[in-house]
């Protein structure tokens, strides 16, 4: 009975939220989500035909290197599955989530194209396992600057910031990423610890941008 009156309850949000006049801004959304992932295509693509050497890094010459495909992988892919029903359960934030997520997307691709740094010796690669094969087809591979791994987690933190269970869930999951994928060397620590404040300056500037679609999260 107590699920039946959740969905049911759930529904009636999406009814109320969706109504005809956001029904264009979600479709906006949408195009521009399609569109970020068209610019993540291209841009991984580019960056792989003119990458270059590698480049030296102070803390990479000086760690280990271990494989962290359980966290980096599966741990990946149960954050961005967790990201989605969490967003899908909330109908107020899904249209600022996936508009700010398309900016994210769209910028990060941007300076994938632009930054064409060979791949660190001894990289921990993604195996021939089912996950990691989802994981490739996805695309999550792609890119250094910045991190991923480190960026999405952190942008839902900022995004669920007002709900405390949430918000230290995920700043706590991009902590986690972010010690993963130094100690296996697929990413450079700039890619890292730059991560935060490009996060950051794209939630601002979504916040800034699409005005209205925060108000229905404060709203909540």
Not at 71 to 90: D, T, Y
Not at 110 to 134: C, E, M, N, R, W
Not at 161 to 169: E, G, L, Q, Y
Request: hydrophobic share 50%; proline share 4%.
């Amino acid at each position: 009975m107590r699920s039946k009156n959740y969905f049911y309850h759930l529904f009636n949000q999406y009814k109320s939220v969706f109504t005809s006049d956001k029904r264009r801004s979600l479709y906006t959304a949408l195009f521009l989500l399609i569109l970020s992932m068209f610019f993540q295509y291209y841009s991984s693509n580019y960056s792989t035909a003119h990458s270059t050497q590698f480049v030296g890094d102070i803390f990479l010459d000086n760690m280990p290197t271990i494989n962290m495909n359980p966290i980096i992988v599966e741990g990946a892919l149960i954050s961005l599955a967790l990201g989605i029903l969490l967003v899908l359960s909330k109908p107020r934030y899904i249209i600022f989530t996936i508009k700010t997520f398309a900016i994210f997307v769209t910028l990060r691709s941007f300076f994938v194209a632009a930054t064409h740094l060979g791949i660190y010796p001894d990289q921990i690669v993604p195996s021939k396992g089912f996950f990691d094969q989802i994981y490739l087809a996805l695309n999550l591979e792609s890119g250094y600057f910045f991190s991923a791994h480190t960026g999405l987690p952190f942008l839902m933190g900022l995004i669920f910031v007002k709900d405390p269970f949430w918000r230290n869930i995920f700043f706590a999951m991009s902590c986690l990423f972010g010690v993963s994928v130094l100690l296996a060397h697929v990413h450079y620590s700039i890619d890292v610890f730059a991560a935060p404040f490009m996060t950051y300056s794209v939630y601002k500037m979504s916040v800034y941008l699409f005005k209205e679609d925060y108000k229905l999260i404060e709203s909540e």
